[in-house]
């Protein structure tokens, strides 16, 4: 089965940096996204991993080390609009995303 | 219209109804999905399109029935529906074939409620 997870919830200042985890354990691997959703809105696409190392992206930076069976996503320079659900998912195959619980994070004035 | 659209946003439905959601790629992608998501769990993955044939179905109750009639439209048939069916449900594209990294895009989703 696939196992992927990640906190439930993260709080932080305005400006500041936050990090998100997710570590996975899944029966294939053929690349990792992070997608952002806001309440009551359907997910978006945020970063993609498939090789080791860091993807930058403006704001968003996204990490992997396949060998170790982890991610992060780093959020820098935090604003408000930053205050979604943030969601972690493998692809196994051509097709297949699992997905992770999602954390969510919640940007403070 | 652009993007991925669903109809309809919202929708209640007694246990006996019928009814259908609705899904519109604009993206010229050829792989369409069905998700499930409910309150503080993952979203689930329901079924798969991919060149308008089904490639993957995840142990779905037959209640629930996809229809692809082309790579730009998905419908999920819905018949019998249980209490605990109720929640958001999520159409997504993307590409299948060729290079790339395949992201997926989703729709707005449809929020359903059975009484």
């Known amino acids: 089965g696939q196992n992927i997870d990640q906190p439930t919830e993260m709080t932080a200042t305005e400006g500041a940096i936050v990090q998100i985890n997710c570590t996975y354990q899944t029966s294939g691997f053929n690349g990792l996204f992070w997608y952002q959703q806001h309440a009551g809105e359907a997910p978006t696409f945020l970063s993609y991993?498939?090789?080791?190392g860091l993807e930058e992206k403006g704001r968003f930076s996204s990490f992997l080390s396949r060998s170790k069976g982890y991610s992060y996503l780093l959020l820098k320079e935090l604003q408000m609009k930053d205050s979604a659900s943030y969601l972690c998912a493998v692809r196994d195959g051509n097709y297949k995303l699992s997905f992770g619980a999602g954390t969510t994070v919640t940007v403070r004035a | 219209e652009t993007g991925v659209t669903q109809t309809p946003r919202h929708l209640v439905m007694g246990m006996t109804n019928k009814k259908s959601l609705k899904c519109e790629q604009h993206l010229g992608h050829n792989a369409m999905y069905w998700y499930k998501q409910s309150a503080k769990k993952p979203l689930e993955l329901m079924f798969v399109y991919s060149l308008e044939e089904r490639v993957e179905n995840n142990s779905v109750p037959s209640r629930f029935s996809p229809e692809c009639p082309n790579s730009s439209h998905l419908f999920l048939h819905l018949h019998t529906l249980q209490p605990e069916d109720s929640a958001l449900y999520l159409c997504?594209?993307?590409?299948?074939?060729?290079?790339?990294?395949?992201?997926?895009?989703f729709g707005p989703g449809t929020r359903l409620t059975v009484t």
């Open positions: 997504a594209s993307s590409q299948a074939t060729g290079v790339g990294s395949y992201e997926q895009y």
């Open positions: 991993n498939v090789l080791d």
